[in-house]
């Protein structure tokens, strides 16, 4: 197949790079006012284009709105796909799952989700506009549920599941697995809060090794507790 000349890859790139810094600008003022209040003009202002770009790369403001939630999913995506794809595997490899390998892929995967929500700031960005359709589904509301939310919780109750040695999940294993990642939101939405009462004036590799022992231990005291009964 014959590849673009120099300058239509040019093109490409500064067309991409308006479409990230639109997308960028329009999660922020999303999460802010939501889709009715949040104003075309000082997105367009804030991405540094101007507003007849945003019809042109993204259809309407709808459009803009329904684009920022598959860009989270994707960035989110991008973050634990290495982990995700790992417990994908031993769920799907038709053998015996070892209780102690899928443990292992359980702490892989919260460890991502750590790094993904906790030590990533731009996920304290996505949490405005993720809140807001948690407690009022609108458009993009789907979009998170069946590629980000329901799938993840599952992956995680199928882990803990395999932990304990079940073939299924049941519905303690997704309460515990929605339980789980629902304590990170501390750092999303409740990041301030959490700085503050932790004593901690930012967020780096030091305590995101905090918070990965805290979750390990999580993870190994409800495997443990239902294994032992």
Request: aromatic residues 6%; proline residues 4%; hydrophobic residues 50%.
């Amino acid at each position: 197949m014959a590849q673009p000349e120099p300058a239509a890859r040019g093109t490409y790139a500064k067309s991409a790079d308006t479409r990230r810094a639109i997308v960028d600008a329009a999660i922020v003022a999303f999460g802010e006012s939501g889709l009715e209040g949040a104003s075309t003009r000082s997105i367009a202002a804030a991405a540094g284009v101007n507003q007849p770009a945003l019809n042109y790369h993204f259809g309407s403001k709808d459009g803009l709105y329904v684009e920022c939630a598959r860009a989270i999913v994707e960035r989110f995506a991008a973050g634990t796909a290495s982990a995700s794809a790992a417990a994908v595997a031993l769920l799907a490899s038709g053998a015996p799952i070892d209780p102690a390998r899928a443990l292992g892929r359980l702490h892989e995967l919260m460890d991502a989700l750590v790094e993904t929500l906790v030590l990533n700031e731009e996920a304290a960005v996505w949490a405005g506009f993720v809140a807001r359709e948690m407690n009022a589904p609108g458009a993009a509301f789907a979009i998170l549920y069946e590629n980000l939310w329901q799938p993840g919780t599952e992956l995680a109750a199928r882990l803990i599941g395999a932990a304990r040695g079940q073939k299924e999940p049941g519905e303690d294993a997704r309460l515990e697995a929605l339980m789980l990642i629902s304590n990170l939101i501390a750092f999303t939405n409740g990041r301030r809060v959490s700085k503050a009462i932790m004593g901690w004036s930012d967020i780096g590799p030091e305590q995101v090794v905090a918070v990965r022992r805290s979750i390990a231990r999580q993870i190994d005291a409800l495997v443990t507790a239902k294994t032992g009964e």
